[in-house]
């Protein structure tokens, strides 16, 4: 067994609680930028009138939602940091693509689910299409609740 003094046995307890204090801000950054970059993406395919990039614009909104249920299935807390961080990362992206598309008109706020569920799930421009909130799920999630459920029913 090894032996250390108290002061060395502190400063290692210190560094512990360094590391892994890094690593949750390390996760809630590559959270916050995936919701960004997922959030941008459904902006971009839900205002933006250009019709022959949607097809690109809807794959990457297919790509994210797994990497964030990645992150979320490492690191569940991660959960929490949504509901905080969704109106400033809507505020970054309108700041990013208000230049990049000035003709564009984009609501000041957030105008759909604060629902981190929805947000992975909902075709969100199929509801502006119907004028009503869309309840079209994107098929590949099933398999993430079914992950969930099987979880819950080993533990």
Known sequence: MIEFSESELNWRINNLIEEIDSLGKAQKNALKGQ????????????????????????????????????????????????????????LQCLKKLRPEYNTTKFPETWQFSRSLDDLLNLDFWASLKKGKKSNTKIKRNRLFKQKEISKTILR
């Open 35 to 90: 919701i960004r970059t997922l959030i941008e993406h459904i902006i971009k395919r839900c205002y933006v009138d250009m019709p022959l990039e949607y097809n690109g614009w809807e794959k990457t909104i297919r790509n994210i939602p797994p990497e964030i249920e990645d992150l979320i299935e490492t690191s569940p807390s991660l959960q929490n940091d949504y509901s905080k961080i969704l109106d400033t990362v809507y």
